[in-house]
């Protein structure tokens, strides 16, 4: 059995965009996610974030997609890469976390709202 080209190009576009939500799950959004739930003015600036970068991805008009979050995920990182950004050796300090880091955990949490819809 012979599948077209485009539908296995697309299930491996899908499944690396979940392995890169997944990763970043791993590294930063479980830990970044139960600091929010015990920190109410963490999980004020995440919920900022995640609005900000649905309204960067035309999120309201357009629905969110796997892809989406982890191409934006990606590029954030690399950006903050190219600038210098370090990411942390050691565990965060979710009393104080960077911009970045609590970027990257708002895409965390639309990432978890795409698995609940």
Known sequence: MRVPFNRVAARTAVDSARSTLAA???SVGTVGLAAATARPGLLAQVDQHAAAVRD???GDR???TAA???GYAEGVRAAALEHGWVPPAAPVDW???DWLLTRLVA???LARSLDRD
């Open 95 to 97: 009393s104080q976390p």
């Open 56 to 58: 960067s991805l035309d």
């Open 107 to 109: 895409v965390c949490a």
């Open 24 to 26: 970043l799950t791993v």
């Open 62 to 64: 357009t629905p969110l």
């Open 68 to 70: 989406a979050l982890a």
